[in-house]
């Protein structure tokens, strides 16, 4: 059986916080090319220009700005590390959780609340309605080349950059189908790369603004277990979000 899903986070959340009886290392990542990055934004109605004032205004009082988000999500993880990593209670702010990424959205660009953390593809049609502040991110993200990078700005204040990838998605299959059937297995390894590199197929893809890179499944397990191994030590946080 292959998967077509979002490995990350959702395996990982699934163990966590469902009691799941499978381990993350289960599963074996063929290809993930989607890396949905979580991005700070605020409206383009509201006052803050950079996460510099942003984070300034919230050591200044923590409950200065109101800030949304998803409980249980990869989002969380990654605000708990960035208010971590700035020296912020997190217990003293003023967190507003909504039941999934698109309400959180439009509570952001809608000014409902004042900086909001979510996966930043959904904001793409949007794009005009925010600011983006953050992305947690190695490179930069298309759409949002603006947006500072949470390594250039964990660098920047002396601290590492942990994040979660905030959606994994892509092909998926279990660990042991790739040890017992070797051979099918690398058959549909090679059937996925090749589509995946296909010109048209690539074309059909980018016009409905989907993912398209090759990292394969080194890279790609790489990736998914790092995420996984950082949400397990948010486990605490994620069960009681």
């Known amino acids: 059986m292959v998967m077509v899903h979002s490995a990350g986070p959702f395996i990982p959340l699934s163990i966590i916080t469902r ?3 499978y381990k993350a290392e289960d599963f074996w990542m063929i290809n993930l090319p989607s890396r949905d990055a979580t991005l ?3 409206a383009t109605t509201k006052p803050i220009a950079t996460i510099e004032e942003a984070i300034a205004q919230l050591r200044r009082d923590p409950r200065s700005l109101s800030v949304g988000i998803q409980p249980a999500s990869a989002d969380l993880v990654n605000l708990a590390l960035l208010m971590q990593a700035s020296g912020i209670d997190r217990s003293r702010m003023r967190i507003v959780t909504y039941d999934g990424g698109g309400p959180a959205r439009t509570a952001t660009m809608g000014g409902h609340v004042d900086i909001g953390l979510v996966g930043g ?3 793409l049609p949007v794009k005009d309605r925010i600011r983006p502040l953050l992305v947690f991110a190695e490179e930069k993200v298309e759409g949002f080349e603006e947006a500072r990078l949470i390594t250039d700005y964990a660098k920047a204040n002396g601290f590492a950059p942990e994040f ?3 959606s ?5 299959v279990t660990r ?15 059937v996925i790369e090749r589509t995946t590199k296909d010109p048209e197929c690539l074309a059909a893809l980018k016009g409905q603004q ?13 990736a998914y277990l790092r995420s996984a191994a950082l949400m397990q030590n948010y486990a ?3 069960k009681g979000a």
């Open 19 to 21: 009691n799941a009886t």
């Open 40 to 42: 700070v934004a605020t």
């Open 121 to 123: 593809e959904g904001f």
């Open 164 to 166: 979660v990838d905030g």
């Open 168 to 172: 994994q998605r892509g092909f998926v």
């Open 176 to 190: 042991r189908f790739r040890e017992r059937a070797p051979e099918r297995y690398r058959f549909l390894e090679q």
């Open 210 to 222: 989907l993912a398209t890179t090759w990292y394969g499944p080194e890279a790609s397990n790489a």
């Open 236 to 238: 605490d946080l994620l």
